[in-house]
């Protein structure tokens, strides 16, 4: 009976549009009779001028749009440097009509180009794009990413990254001016969507004036245009949560704009699993810097500050707390130099119960399938981090521009984990205790000189930094054998202090030789000078009171530098439809390390080319190829002759005998992003393949694990493709998204060579609606699968995803929310699968006009208790479960400034 009443009303609804709707078609074209692209189409009613419809014209310069029968409307079309045009007319009773053909003339003076600009929901003026927000939202969105989701080729992820028909946002600026630069997550999390007045996509993106035209990286930039009611005074909104057992959250944001200032503070305390601002955050931040030397195909690894510390996750954890604070700000003293900054502050605390079933490749070859461990962890994690950044850019004329950046970062991690290991004939019980206080601080200069014909530039920066990783161990039974000599042997105590200080130098000097608009030659001619000095102490004993071990290969102390000199020579062609841009690098590199009084030196010498080859289709279609060859070098971390702790039952090696390694890489991609029909299509494919790579070899002793890092023989090689469909229609969406990665890494287990494979499938369905007064569905089903194989071991490991997303407004002034997702996860070819859901519900209240809103919301409302992981690393295939946050009910007031 259900069905057959929706089939009947479907079909009453479409014998009515078809009944009461016409189509009306035309083409565009310029004074030179060419077919324009992406023209804005604009339909008024006639009786009041209100927005009838809108499109745009497609490669040959067609449009089609869909209008009530009988009515009268006012046509107008525009596109960027040529004259509006604007014509009245009536559509048919009840048949599709076709409208003259309009030629656009020239328009010297563009004076009228922002009448019908403004009136547009979407309107492309060259290499910018600008969403009216409210045309795609229905009211009911809450921050920027809920707008963003909105608008068509765009996608956010769980991490608050921002993609653009397939291109990642490097930047997001509010009113032109930088918010929290280095990062998209914390605009897309906090900007209210209320404030929004239109999203502006800035392809080709370039914040240094003097070289607009001649960059060839393609950047995408959003720059967030806000509402008249939000400039020249301060808006934001104060949000407070309580609940049972003992749960909370309270979060703050405010804002001010105006022509010379802007300011934006963010707070936020809570212990519901939302943390604002997460450890993995902290290691991506980059604070905006750009990358000198890796331009030139160069990469020196510097040992990441995570290190020997996992990250908690809020998906990952059964009790958390966090607290967080944020200020930017953007000051212009004068109409040449602006002055920009932010300062973020964070505490975090995560306990995270977890068990892991682990199967090690090659360590019993008398197993064919390897030998399991069963580990169960009790963790704790408490981490504290200070974020700061200062910017001064003066542009005192056009082609001038002079840039300095600071970047400090600071933080205090602890990491403490109870485990209990089970191999089944042995079993050992441990405990971890991790700590360190890294810092790093970045400066950078940039110098931009164009003199009408040619451009001059110096880039410099430098970076120095501190390590300072301690790891403690204490094991019931014996954790490692020789060279180690334990005086207690009731408990075994195991303590490793390390400390590293890192500094690098780089500097860039760039002549750009401008031939004409379509030809230009670049050079040029830089260097990098690294240097490192590690200390690494192993003793028995613990934090505060410990006794060295006399073995002195557990006592490590090396001085390491690597200088890198390059100059290269680029040049880059516009021939019609088509952009070249070959060129290559030469480099020569000298590697020194000292280590216990012996002094290596070694030179290299290398040619590293690359290449760009662009075919834009049209304005909205085009295919990118790109070439590179990259050499890669290793810090001091890999190149030490000694031992070092790495984990419970782990050792880790240097190998001061390592060559660099060289990579080709090759990815095309192609886009579709057609606002003709609002359908969105993009797709690449990824390839790498590393010669000489450096990965880790594995030695067993016992149950003892010994990496050390390797030229393998063979290669590397990684194969992504991926792949994107979506749709909007008048009311409702569709997308369909696929990737698949597949990595080979060549190393040795007992001296004999493996072969570790990982092919990951990733499928995604989904299809949402947007009505502004009925409520709206989202649903989507993702199936993922892992093929882990080496040695003699493999596993397969699948994941299906349903999940369901529902609002709606009801009484007027009520929202009720519901989402709920299920997952099913397991190897198919066993009889044994785990299955898990998340339900989770809100209904808030506010009033029209009134700044108070009242909400009750209750997450993980069937209480699941944990979710599952696969993961390969260079010897085991392991899964895992990992407790979560369990069922709660909150109830919140939230202000609007």
């Excluded at 890192?502 to 500097?507: I, K, N, P, Q, Y």
């Excluded at 971390?637 to 390694?661: A, E, K, P, V």
């Excluded at 570790?756 to 009505?771: A, C, I, M």
Aim: no cysteine.
């Amino acid at each position: 009976m259900k069905n057959l009443f929706v089939t009947g009303l479907l079909s009453v609804i479409s014998l009515s549009l078809s009944a009461q709707s016409v189509f009306v078609k035309g083409k565009v074209k310029d004074d030179q009779n060419q077919p324009l692209e992406m023209a804005n189409i604009l339909v008024l009613n006639a009786i009041d001028s209100s927005m009838a419809t809108y499109g745009f014209t497609n490669s040959e310069g067609e449009y089609r749009l869909q209008l009530k029968a009988n009515e009268s409307y006012i046509l107008k079309l525009s596109y960027f440097g040529l004259k509006p045009y604007e014509k009245a007319f009536k559509t048919a009773e009840s048949k599709d009509q076709s409208l003259t053909e309009v030629v656009l003339q020239t328009d010297v003076n563009l004076l009228q180009q922002a009448e019908v600009v403004e009136e547009m929901p979407i309107v492309i003026s060259g290499d910018t794009i600008s969403y009216q927000a409210d045309a795609f939202t229905n009211g009911e969105e809450r921050k920027l990413e809920n707008v963003l989701e909105k608008l068509p080729g765009f996608e956010v992820d769980e991490d608050g990254q921002v993609t653009v028909e397939g291109k990642k946002v490097e930047k997001i600026l509010v009113e032109g001016k930088e918010f929290f630069d280095g990062d998209t997550k914390v605009a897309v999390k906090n900007l209210p969507a209320d404030a929004i007045d239109k999203v502006q996509v800035l392809r080709n993106y370039e914040e240094i004036s003097p070289l607009k035209g001649l960059s060839s990286d393609d950047r995408i930039a959003l720059n967030i245009k806000l509402k008249e009611g939000k400039k020249n005074l301060w808006f934001g909104d104060a949000e407070a949560k309580v609940g049972d057992p003992e749960r909370y959250y309270a979060h703050g944001n405010a804002f001010y704009y105006s022509p010379k200032a802007s300011f934006n503070l963010i707070g936020d305390i809570n212990n519901i699993g939302k943390a604002a601002f997460t450890a993995r955050d902290y290691f991506r931040f980059s604070g905006g810097f750009r990358n000198l030397t890796g331009r030139s195909g160069f990469q020196l690894n510097f040992a990441q500050d995570d290190l020997g510390i996992p990250l908690g996750q809020n998906n990952r954890a059964d009790y958390g707390i966090g607290r967080f604070g944020a200020a930017n700000f953007s000051y212009n003293p004068r109409k040449d130099l602006t002055l920009a900054g932010f300062v973020i502050a964070n505490d975090a605390v995560t306990s995270s119960p977890y068990s892991t079933t682990r199967t090690y490749i090659g360590l019993d070859s008398l197993s064919p399938n390897g030998i399991t461990e069963t580990l169960n962890t009790e963790n704790y994690q408490h981490s504290q981090a200070v974020l700061a950044k200062f910017s001064a850019t003066y542009e005192p004329k056009k082609g001038v521009y002079v840039n300095y950046d600071a970047f400090f970062k600071i933080s205090d991690q602890l990491s403490t984990s109870v485990l209990a290991s089970d191999f089944g004939l042995f079993s050992n019980n441990l405990s971890t205790q991790e700590a360190q206080k890294p810092w790093s601080i970045q400066q950078s200069l940039e110098l931009f000189f164009n003199n009408g014909e040619n451009v001059f530039s110096f880039e410099a920066q430098h970076l120095r930094k501190q390590q300072d990783p301690l790891l403690a161990l204490q094991a019931q039974n014996q954790p490692f054998g020789s060279p180690f000599t334990f005086v207690d042997t009731n408990m075994y105590r195991l303590l490793q202090t390390n400390l590293t200080n890192s500094e690098s130098l780089e500097g860039r000097a760039s002549y750009y030789w401008v031939l004409n608009a379509n030809n230009h030659f670049e050079f040029n001619v830089g260097g990098n000078l690294s240097s490192q000095d590690y200390q690494n102490n192993m003793g028995e004993g613990v934090p505060g009171s410990s006794n060295d071990f006399s073995d002195p290969i557990l006592q490590n102390t090396v001085d390491f530098t690597l200088i890198d000199g390059f100059a290269g020579i680029h040049y880059k062609t516009k021939m019609g439809k088509f952009t070249f841009r070959p060129g290559a690098n030469w480099h020569y590199y000298q590697v020194r390390n000292l280590q216990a009084g012996d002094e290596r030196i070694r030179d290299y010498q290398v040619l590293l080319p690359d290449a760009l080859l662009k075919y834009d289709i049209s304005n909205s279609r085009g295919i990118d190829l790109r070439y590179s060859m990259q050499a890669q070098f290793n810090d001091v971390n890999q190149i030490m002759n000694g031992f070092i702790l790495r984990g419970y039952n782990s050792l880790f090696t240097g190998n001061d005998s390592l060559n660099y390694s060289r990579s080709h890489n090759v990815s095309l991609f192609y886009r579709d992003f057609n606002l003709f029909n609002f359908t969105t299509i993009f797709a690449g494919l990824n390839y790498a393949r590393t010669l000489d790579p450096i990965n880790n070899a594995v030695r067993y002793i016992g149950l003892q694990q010994v990496f050390s890092p390797i030229n393998a023989i063979g290669y590397n090689e990684t194969i992504t493709g991926f792949g994107s469909y979506s749709r909007k229609f008048k009311k409702f969406k569709t997308d369909f998204r696929v990737s698949y990665s597949y990595l080979t890494i060549e190393n040795t287990v007992n001296d004999i060579l493996n072969t570790n494979n990982t092919f990951t499938q990733n499928y995604q369905l989904g299809f949402g609606t947007n009505f502004k007064k009925w409520p709206n569905l989202d649903l989507n089903y993702s199936f993922r699968q892992n093929d882990y194989s080496g040695a003699r071991s493999a596993s397969v490991f699948t994941t299906h995803t349903p999940s369901a997303e529902l609002s709606a407004v009801f009484l007027k002034n009520f929202v009720a929310r519901v989402d709920y997702s299920y997952s099913n996860y397991g190897n198919p070819g066993s009889d044994t699968r785990t299955s898990f859901d998340f339900l989770n519900a809100s209904v808030e209240y506010q009033k029209k006009g009134s700044p108070w809103l009242y909400s009750i919301e209750g997450l993980n409302i069937l209480n699941t208790e944990f979710i599952r992981e696969d993961a390969l690393s260079a010897n085991l295939i392991s899964t895992t479960a990992y407790n979560v946050l369990p069922r709660y009910v909150l109830f919140g007031v939230r202000y609007d400034l």
